[in-house]
C-alpha cells in the first residue's frame, strides 16, 4: 500500500500571488538600495568641497595641506609614475595575503585535528601577534635582504592572525547532530572535512579575508617604509621628504583605491561563494 | 532490571523475523564533572520489525541515550545491542538505520533536494539507493515544489520534512526519532504527526520514537514505553489500540482520554 503524495498546505497558501504588491516591495528595497550607495557619494563629496573651501579661504599653504583640486592635478599628471610605483605593492599585498591565508588555513585545520599543536602554538601566535609590525618589520628585512621577499613576509604575517583565529573557530562550528548525523552515514574523515567542517568554516574564513585585504595592503606600504626604492610605501616617504604634499595625498589615494577594490574582490566572491549564508546576504 | 517485549500487531511480524532491536542488560554510564550518572541501567527489550514504539519519559530518563546507543552513536558501557539481527555499526554501516534530529540538522548550504540527496553522496551511500527517489521522497513529505529552497528559505516545519526524507532515502529498516518535532508549534506538530503515520504505513519501517508529549506518545505508538530517570530503566509498558488509520479527532474519544491520564499518572511516579 502506497500513501498519496501529501499535500503541502504549510505556509505556501499564506503568500497568495499579488503581483503588485511585490513590485511595490521590490520598488522599496531597491530606492533603500540606492539611498544607502549615495549618501556616502554625497557625504564625501561634501566634505571635498568644505576642504577646498577652507584651504583657499585660510590661504593654506600647499606643503602644509594641498587643494582637493591640486591633489587630482597630480593625480592626473603623474599617473603614469602612481601606477608604477602601485604595481609593486600590490604585487606584494596580494602575495602576503596569499601565502599568510593559506598558511593560516593550513596550520587552522592542523590544529583542529591535532589538539595538542593548538595547546603548544597557539600561545606563540598570539604573542608574535602583540608585536606591531613597525617592530618586527626590521626583522624580516634584515632576515629576507631589501628585496620583494621581506614585503611579502610583513604582509603575509598581518594577514595570518585574524584568519588562524577564524578559521580555527569556524572549522569547529559544526554543531553535535551534525557530528553524529555524519557517524550515521558512515562518513569518512575527509568526506566528514570537506562537506561539513570546510563549509562550515566560509562565513568565518570570508571574515577574516575582508580584514586581511586591507591590511595585507597596509603590511607591503610598511615594509616598504624600512627600505625600499619603488612602491607607494617609497613614495610616500619621497613626497614627505620632499614637501611634496599634493604627491603625497595623491600616492594615499591610489593606495586605498588599491585596498578598496581588493576588499570589493573578496566581497563579491564572499556574495557569490555564500549565497546560502542569509546573515551575509539578506 | 528491565525486561519487555514489544510486538507489532500478531498478523504482521513473521515468527521467522529477527527483532529490529535488541537490548540485553545494557547500562550506560557517563561520567560528568558531579560524578558517574547511570543514564541507562541494565535494560533488556525487544522491538519487533514494523512497530511503531514511542518512548516518553521526563527529562534525563535516558530516552535519547537509548535511541543513541540503537544508532551505535553511544556505546554502551555494559551489556549487547542487536539491530536487525546484526551489530549496531553493522547495521548503521549497512544503512539500516535512519536518524532524525530534534533540530532538523539540514546543511545550511544545501537546498532541500541537495540535503536529501547527501546519504547518497557519503559513506559509499549511493550503493544503498532506496526504491523512492530524493524527489519523490520530498513529495511524500509534503514539498513538491519546494526542491530548490535553502533551509533558511524554509520554515521548522518543512525542514523537519527535508530531515525526515533525508533519513528515508536509504530505505532504513529503523528510524530513530528523537524529539523531532518537540521545537515545533502545536498546529505544525499534530499535522506532521498524521503525516509521519502515513509515511510509516507507506514505508513498512520499525519507528522507535522519543517525545515529552504525552499526547503525540499516544497517538503515534501503537506501544509506548514509559522510562523513569535516575537510574534511567523502563517502568511500564502501554499498549495503544486505537484502530488506524488514526485521525487528530480520536484524541477526543474516551479510549485515548483513559490511556492519556492513565500514562499522566504513571508519569507523576517516575
Same mark, same amino acid.
Given at each position: 500500500?502506497?500513501?498519496?503524495?501529501?499535500?503541502?498546505?504549510? #505556509?505556501?497558501?499564506?503568500?497568495?500571488?499579488?503581483?503588485?504588491?511585490?513590485? /511595490?516591495?521590490?520598488?522599496?528595497?531597491?530606492?533603500? &538600495?540606492?539611498?544607502?550607495?549615495?549618501?556616502?557619494? @554625497?557625504?564625501?563629496?561634501?566634505?571635498?568641497?568644505?576642504?577646498?573651501?577652507?584651504?583657499?579661504?585660510?590661504?593654506?599653504?600647499?606643503?602644509?595641506?594641498?587643494?582637493?583640486?591640486?591633489?587630482?592635478?597630480?593625480?592626473?599628471?603623474?599617473?603614469?609614475?602612481?601606477?608604477?610605483?602601485?604595481?609593486?605593492?600590490?604585487?606584494?599585498?596580494?602575495?602576503?595575503?596569499?601565502? @599568510?591565508?593559506?598558511?593560516?588555513?593550513?596550520?587552522?585545520?592542523?590544529?583542529?585535528?591535532?589538539?595538542?599543536? /593548538?595547546?603548544?602554538?597557539?600561545?606563540?601566535?598570539?604573542?608574535?601577534?602583540?608585536?606591531?609590525?613597525?617592530?618586527?618589520?626590521?626583522?624580516?628585512?634584515?632576515?629576507?635582504?631589501?628585496?620583494?621577499?621581506?614585503?611579502?613576509?610583513?604582509?603575509?604575517?598581518?594577514?595570518?592572525?585574524?584568519?588562524?583565529?577564524?578559521?580555527?573557530?569556524?572549522?569547529? &562550528?559544526?554543531?553535535?547532530?551534525?557530528? /553524529?548525523?555524519?557517524?550515521?552515514?558512515?562518513?569518512?574523515?575527509?568526506?566528514?572535512?570537506?562537506?561539513?567542517?570546510?563549509?562550515?568554516?566560509?562565513?568565518?574564513?570570508?571574515? &577574516?579575508?575582508?580584514?586581511?585585504?586591507? #591590511?595585507?595592503?597596509? @603590511? &607591503?606600504?610598511?615594509?616598504?617604509?624600512?627600505?625600499?626604492?619603488?612602491?607607494?610605501?617609497?613614495?610616500?616617504?619621497?613626497?614627505?621628504?620632499?614637501?611634496?604634499?599634493?604627491?603625497?595625498?595623491?600616492?594615499?589615494?591610489?593606495?586605498?583605491?588599491?585596498?578598496?577594490?581588493?576588499?570589493?574582490?573578496?566581497?563579491?566572491? /564572499?556574495?557569490?561563494?555564500?549565497?546560502?549564508?542569509?546573515?551575509?546576504?539578506? | 532490571?528491565?525486561?519487555?517485549?514489544?510486538?507489532?500487531?500478531?498478523?504482521?511480524?513473521?515468527?521467522?523475523?529477527?527483532?529490529?532491536? *535488541?537490548? *540485553?542488560?545494557?547500562?550506560?554510564?557517563?561520567?560528568?564533572? *558531579?560524578?558517574?550518572?547511570?543514564?541507562?541501567?541494565?535494560?533488556?527489550?525487544?522491538?519487533?520489525?514494523?512497530?511503531?514504539?514511542?518512548?516518553?519519559?521526563?527529562?534525563?530518563?535516558?530516552?535519547?541515550?537509548?535511541?543513541?546507543?540503537?544508532?551505535?552513536? $553511544?556505546?554502551?558501557?555494559?551489556?549487547?545491542?542487536?539491530?536487525?539481527?546484526?551489530?549496531?555499526?553493522?547495521? =548503521?554501516?549497512?544503512?539500516?538505520?535512519?536518524? %532524525?534530529?530534534?533540530?532538523?540538522?539540514?546543511?545550511?548550504?544545501?537546498?532541500?533536494?541537495?540535503?536529501?540527496?547527501?546519504?547518497?553522496?557519503?559513506?559509499?551511500?549511493?550503493?544503498? =539507493?532506496?526504491?523512492?527517489?530524493?524527489?519523490?521522497?520530498?513529495?511524500?513529505?509534503?514539498?513538491?515544489?519546494?526542491?530548490?529552497?535553502?533551509?533558511?528559505?524554509?520554515?521548522?516545519?518543512?525542514?523537519?520534512?527535508?530531515?525526515?526524507?533525508?533519513?528515508?532515502?536509504?530505505?532504513?529498516?529503523?528510524?530513530?526519532?528523537?524529539?523531532?518535532?518537540?521545537?515545533?508549534?502545536?498546529?505544525?506538530?499534530?499535522?506532521?504527526?498524521?503525516?509521519?503515520?502515513?509515511?510509516?504505513?507507506?514505508?513498512?519501517?520499525? $519507528?522507535?520514537? %522519543?517525545?515529552?508529549?504525552?499526547?503525540?506518545?499516544?497517538?503515534?505508538?501503537?506501544?509506548?514505553?514509559?522510562?523513569?530517570?535516575?537510574?534511567?530503566?523502563? *517502568?511500564? $509498558?502501554?499498549?495503544?489500540?486505537?484502530?488506524?488509520?488514526?485521525?487528530?479527532?480520536?484524541?477526543?474519544?474516551?479510549?485515548?482520554?483513559?490511556?492519556?491520564?492513565?500514562?499522566?499518572?504513571?508519569?507523576?511516579?517516575?
Amino acid at each position: 500500500m502506497s500513501a498519496p503524495a501529501l499535500t503541502q498546505t504549510e #505556509t505556501s497558501d499564506a503568500f497568495v500571488s499579488d503581483e503588485g504588491a511585490r513590485e /511595490e516591495f521590490i520598488a522599496a528595497a531597491r530606492s533603500a &538600495a540606492w539611498r544607502r550607495r549615495l549618501l556616502p557619494v @554625497g557625504a564625501a563629496i561634501l566634505m571635498l568641497v568644505l576642504w577646498q573651501f577652507a584651504v583657499v579661504v585660510f590661504h593654506v599653504r600647499p606643503f602644509i595641506a594641498p587643494a582637493p583640486t591640486a591633489v587630482m592635478g597630480v593625480l592626473y599628471s603623474k599617473f603614469g609614475l602612481l601606477i608604477g610605483n602601485l604595481a609593486p605593492t600590490a604585487t606584494e599585498a596580494v602575495a602576503g595575503f596569499v601565502i @599568510g591565508n593559506a598558511a593560516a588555513i593550513v596550520i587552522a585545520t592542523a590544529f583542529v585535528y591535532q589538539r595538542t599543536a /593548538e595547546e603548544a602554538f597557539f600561545p606563540i601566535a598570539v604573542m608574535v601577534h602583540t608585536i606591531p609590525v613597525m617592530a618586527y618589520a626590521p626583522i624580516l628585512v634584515l632576515l629576507l635582504g631589501n628585496g620583494l621577499s621581506a614585503k611579502v613576509a610583513i604582509a603575509a604575517l598581518i594577514c595570518f592572525f585574524p584568519t588562524l583565529v577564524n578559521m580555527t573557530r569556524g572549522l569547529r &562550528a559544526v554543531s553535535q547532530q551534525q557530528k /553524529e548525523l555524519m557517524r550515521i552515514l558512515s562518513a569518512s574523515p575527509s568526506e566528514i572535512f570537506f562537506k561539513l567542517r570546510l563549509k562550515c568554516s566560509l562565513p568565518y574564513l570570508f571574515a &577574516a579575508l575582508k580584514i586581511a585585504a586591507a #591590511t595585507s595592503v597596509i @603590511g &607591503a606600504i610598511v615594509g616598504e617604509w624600512i627600505g625600499a626604492t619603488t612602491g607607494i610605501g617609497a613614495l610616500i616617504i619621497q613626497a614627505t621628504y620632499n614637501f611634496d604634499s599634493p604627491l603625497l595625498y595623491a600616492t594615499i589615494v591610489v593606495g586605498s583605491a588599491f585596498s578598496a577594490a581588493f576588499f570589493g574582490v573578496i566581497s563579491w566572491l /564572499e556574495s557569490h561563494f555564500l549565497k546560502w549564508n542569509v546573515a551575509e546576504t539578506g | 532490571m528491565s525486561q519487555a517485549t514489544l510486538q507489532r500487531a500478531p498478523e504482521a511480524a513473521g515468527a521467522t523475523e529477527s527483532p529490529a532491536v *535488541r537490548l *540485553r542488560d545494557v547500562t550506560v554510564r557517563f561520567t560528568t564533572e *558531579r560524578g558517574a550518572v547511570t543514564a541507562l541501567d541494565r535494560i533488556s527489550m525487544t522491538v519487533a520489525q514494523g512497530g511503531f514504539l514511542t518512548l516518553l519519559g521526563p527529562s534525563g530518563c535516558g530516552k535519547s541515550t537509548l535511541l543513541r546507543v540503537a544508532a551505535d552513536l $553511544i556505546p554502551p558501557t555494559s551489556g549487547d545491542v542487536e539491530v536487525m539481527g546484526t551489530s549496531a555499526s553493522a547495521a =548503521r554501516a549497512a544503512r539500516d538505520i535512519g536518524f %532524525v534530529f530534534q533540530d532538523a540538522s539540514l546543511l545550511a548550504w544545501r537546498t532541500a533536494l541537495e540535503n536529501v540527496e547527501l546519504p547518497l553522496e557519503v559513506g559509499g551511500g549511493a550503493k544503498r =539507493r532506496g526504491a523512492r527517489s530524493p524527489r519523490e521522497l520530498l513529495a511524500l513529505v509534503g514539498l513538491s515544489g519546494r526542491e530548490h529552497a535553502y533551509p533558511h528559505e524554509l520554515s521548522g516545519g518543512m525542514r523537519q520534512r527535508v530531515a525526515i526524507a533525508r533519513a528515508l532515502v536509504n530505505d532504513p529498516k529503523l528510524l530513530l526519532m528523537d524529539e523531532p518535532f518537540g521545537a515545533l508549534d502545536e498546529i505544525t506538530r499534530d499535522r506532521l504527526n498524521v503525516e509521519l503515520l502515513r509515511v510509516w504505513e507507506s514505508t513498512g519501517a520499525t $519507528i522507535l520514537f %522519543v517525545t515529552h508529549s504525552i499526547y503525540e506518545a499516544t497517538f503515534l505508538g501503537q506501544q509506548v514505553l514509559l522510562m523513569a530517570a535516575r537510574p534511567g530503566r523502563v *517502568r511500564e $509498558i502501554v499498549d495503544v489500540p486505537l484502530p488506524s488509520p488514526r485521525g487528530v479527532e480520536q484524541r477526543e474519544t474516551r479510549e485515548f482520554v483513559e490511556l492519556t491520564s492513565h500514562l499522566r499518572r504513571v508519569l507523576e511516579t517516575c
